[in-house]
């Protein structure tokens, strides 16, 4: 059922996509062909300036998408902060094949740089290759290509950090004492596991000894089923302190149960959820706090390290180091990546400078 | 509950016949209501939490949707069709109020807009399936993609968020009047008039005659075409009403809710007693059918057992009311032939 279904979806999108597509092209055609910025400096020179009139573009997984616009935002805010320029073009759906033309066009129109979300590791590796022949340096940010073929990975967060900053947010608020329990995406979901795994690790330290985590709960990311769920934890645990939901729509479908029933105020619930989705709840008290990276972040520094290695700061290569403006200095890790930072912290007094 | 209103019997044998034939198929209704109070007595045992006021409330909404659209199906299922494009009429409808209520609609609007939709798609179902006679199974498997498109593409990747809806929608999801919650309410309300349309109005009677033999009906007058269309048309604004619902409950919305909700729609009508092929079942039992399956998931979630049963007891739950169904069948057929030829 499930593959004819997305066949037959993936037939109706394509229809919605001829309807409306190409928006974005006309805008970029005429750019002048420029030769290649910078000669591939093998070595890297940590003190050489920064270009001017660096030419950036984003190429999101798809635009359209609130969350991406914000990246490119702000990654073109960064841009002008070097007195360069960056724009957002890229398809309406998320397919790894309407990236590959967007990738040819930005190639021969001869940007410096090309700042990528793939929709496939490898299916957008060759035009990516063919890019940096040609000398335009290519940052993958938000979701990785495959590491041969990108200069830098710019990852949001990394999977400790995110497990381990979802317990000491939690720890925080119930004053590290209390049961505790995890709503999460589906039993097999790859990152939610790999957090969860980091969170128990975080949960052995001395710190956390009177906090015990007593159930591993999976609402498959449907609302009936995280409510359900919800509902069984704290029916079945009555003296269940918080609940952690690393997961969008776990963290929503929980904070509106619980926004509706008895346990409002007795039971803090925190998780990785958008601010749109969680404003609500955090106006009406049912959340204090909850976190996600911050996008904006993720853009500028995108753009900051995009410069750097173009300008022959850094090559790529793990251990050197950029300024990343407003961001400080950053460091390259293993694999070419750069991560952001502990992810963000939302709560009633930021949630609203905020909105993807 | 079958067809038996147009038979010019002796009156005394008619009765005795007809009431035997209700005794059966009560018997369903009964042995579910059993099922039910042995579950939640069960689980009540092992956590007393289960039957809490707000253990009971979880339980009436969880089901309240399900239930709604369990009605609307069984209607469909009596007249011998079968309508797989609920979900779907869900999603979208959940979606598109949801993105007029954020842009300022009002809450009543906002529901009429939401049954109009449903109604548009159950009559692009009933005509297609009773005009031109295309089967059941294909039109609702068709129109399940079509409505599921059209929802993609409206939706475009967006979301609709608690922040942006009335709280009078969203007090609807989670309020109640003199304790019962609105949903449940809405529910039982709906039930008991279709339930009590199809029982006492002769052309109630009529949408169990033509599951009972679609041939038969047109001949005895029925207007089978008519009755069929009626049908999809309020499965149709049943589940337009279940997505505003759906709305009002969860808050938060992307394109794909309720996907997937076909089957288990179509898996409480049958456990609650409607035969898929047509002419038996009641909306009562339906309704009692989605409450059952409801009850097991939150139990099972309760007992803490693992998930992977929900949905094994579910498949069990059907085979075994299939089964059910099938010889009670055959036991009626033969004590009515045994009747007749004695009587």
């Known amino acids: ?356 | 509950m079958t067809a038996t209103t147009t038979r010019p019997e002796p009156a005394a044998r008619d009765r005795s016949a007809r009431s035997l034939v209700d005794l059966v198929f009560r018997a369903r209704e009964l042995s579910l209501v059993l099922a039910l109070a042995a579950l939640v007595g069960g689980t009540a045992a092992v956590n007393p939490n289960f039957l809490s006021g707000q253990g009971v409330e979880d339980i009436l909404l969880n089901t309240a949707i399900l239930a709604l659209l369990a009605v609307g199906q069984s209607m469909v299922v009596i007249t011998r069709n079968l309508d797989l494009s609920v979900g779907s009429v869900v999603g979208l409808v959940a979606f598109v109020v949801g993105d007029a209520l954020a842009s300022g609609w009002g809450l009543v609007p906002g529901v009429v807009l939401g049954i109009a939709i449903g109604a548009a798609c159950g009559l692009l179902n009933g005509l297609l399936v009773s005009f031109c006679r295309v089967p059941a199974l294909v039109v609702t498997l068709g129109t399940l993609y079509v409505f599921q498109g059209v929802c993609h593409y409206v939706a475009a990747g967006r979301q609709i968020n608690a922040v942006n809806l009335p709280p009078a929608l969203l007090s609807l999801g989670n309020g109640a009047v003199l304790g019962v919650p609105y949903l449940p309410l809405i529910t039982v309300v709906i039930m008991f008039a279709i339930g009590y349309y199809l029982r006492a109005y002769p052309s109630g009677r009529e949408f169990y005659a033509i599951g009972s033999s679609p041939e038969a009906a047109r001949l005895a007058g029925v207007p089978v075409r008519r009755r069929v269309l009626a049908a999809y048309l309020v499965s149709g604004c049943l589940a337009g009403l279940a997505g505003v619902l759906w709305l009002a409950r969860f808050g938060t919305v992307v394109a794909d809710s309720a996907n997937g909700w076909e089957l288990l729609v179509i898996s409480a009508v049958v456990v609650g007693g409607v035969a898929i092929t047509g002419g038996v079942g009641s909306v009562y039992g339906a309704a009692l059918g989605a409450l059952l399956l409801t009850v097991i998931g939150g139990a099972l979630v309760v007992l803490r057992v693992n998930p992977f049963w929900q949905q094994a007891i579910t498949g069990a739950l059907l085979l075994i009311a299939i089964s059910v169904d099938r010889v009670l069948a055959l036991r009626v057929a033969r004590l009515l032939r045994r009747r007749s030829r004695h009587g």
């Open chain 1, 1 to 356: 059922m499930r593959p004819m279904r997305l066949a037959a979806l993936t037939a109706v999108l394509a229809l919605g996509v001829a309807a409306c597509g190409g928006t974005t092209k006309s805008s970029v055609t005429s750019a002048p062909a420029q030769p290649p910025a910078s000669s591939a400096a093998a070595a890297a020179d940590p003190d050489a300036p920064i270009k001017q009139g660096l030419k950036l573009a984003f190429l999101p997984k798809q635009i359209n998408n609130p969350y991406m616009t914000i990246v490119a935002e702000a990654g073109a805010e960064a841009a002008g902060e070097f007195q360069g320029e960056a724009k957002e073009v890229g398809p309406s759906d998320a397919s790894a094949s309407s990236q590959i033309s967007y990738i040819n066009t930005l190639t021969q129109q001869g940007h410096d740089a090309i700042l990528i979300s793939a929709n496939d590791p490898n299916a957008v590796c060759g035009p990516l290759q063919q890019a940096r022949d040609k000398g335009i340096k290519i940052v993958s940010y938000d979701s990785d290509a495959a590491p041969e073929c990108r200069d830098l990975f710019i990852n949001q967060a990394s999977s400790e950090e995110v497990g381990r900053s979802q317990v000491q947010l939690l720890a925080e608020m119930i004053g590290h004492k209390g049961e505790i329990a995890i709503l999460s995406a589906t039993a097999n979901a790859t990152n939610q596991n790999t957090w969860i795994e980091f969170m128990k690790d975080e949960l052995t330290k001395a710190e956390y000894k009177d906090m015990e985590l007593v159930k591993v709960a999976y609402g498959d990311d449907d609302d009936q089923k995280s409510f359900t769920e919800t509902q069984g934890l704290l029916q079945a645990y009555p003296d269940l302190k918080g609940i952690i939901s690393p997961t969008t729509v776990g963290v929503a479908a929980a904070a509106r149960y619980i926004s509706g029933s008895k346990y409002k105020g007795e039971v803090v619930l925190t998780g990785l959820g958008t601010p749109n989705q969680m404003r609500q709840f955090v106006k009406d008290g049912t959340v204090e706090k909850f976190a996600l990276w911050n996008p904006k972040d993720l853009g500028y520094l995108a753009s900051y390290a995009a410069a750097a290695l173009v300008s022959g700061q850094i090559t790529g290569a793990e251990g050197e180091t950029f300024k990343a403006g407003k961001l400080g200095e950053r460091t390259i890790g293993a694999k070419g990546e750069v991560i952001l930072g502990p992810p963000f912290t939302f709560e009633a007094s930021n949630i609203d400078d905020f909105d993807f």
